[in-house]
Nanobody, 125 residues
């Protein structure tokens, strides 16, 4: 499956931004979807994930209550709604996919097989 992430930009602290990730494959529902991010000089880190049907989600602690992951399986798209953005959220954001029937959330990047190209999010202070 090919993934294309978009929606990044430059916003002031406290603002909101919504990222989208469009998948090329029709059998989108077989994939767990996730968002990761990588800031300059730092390792890539897990941000959020959503199960195939959209009923289960998971977030890293620092974004809980501010970010929300969702998906539209009819549109083969996953979203990341980011509110109350902070300068520490500045990073390149990547969407990722793995075909899995497991009910366990994968937070390790090595488990994800397919990756989008990344979209830059910059939060100014």
């Amino acid at each position: 499956v090919q993934l294309q992430a978009y929606g990044g930009g430059v916003v002031p602290a406290g603002d909101s931004l919504t990222l989208s990730c469009a998948a090329s494959e029709r059998s989108f529902t077989k994939y767990w979807m996730a968002w990761f991010r990588q800031a300059p000089g730092k390792e890539r880190e897990f941000v959020a994930a959503i199960s195939r049907g959209g009923t289960n989600t998971a977030y890293r602690d620092s974004v809980k209550g501010r970010f929300s992951v969702s998906r539209d399986n009819a549109q083969n798209t996953v979203y990341l709604q980011m509110n109350s953005l902070k300068p520490d959220d500045t990073a390149v954001y990547y969407c990722a996919a793995v075909a899995s029937i497991s009910g366990v959330v994968f937070t390790d990047d090595w488990r994800y097989v397919y990756w989008g190209q990344g979209t830059q999010v910059t939060v100014s202070s």
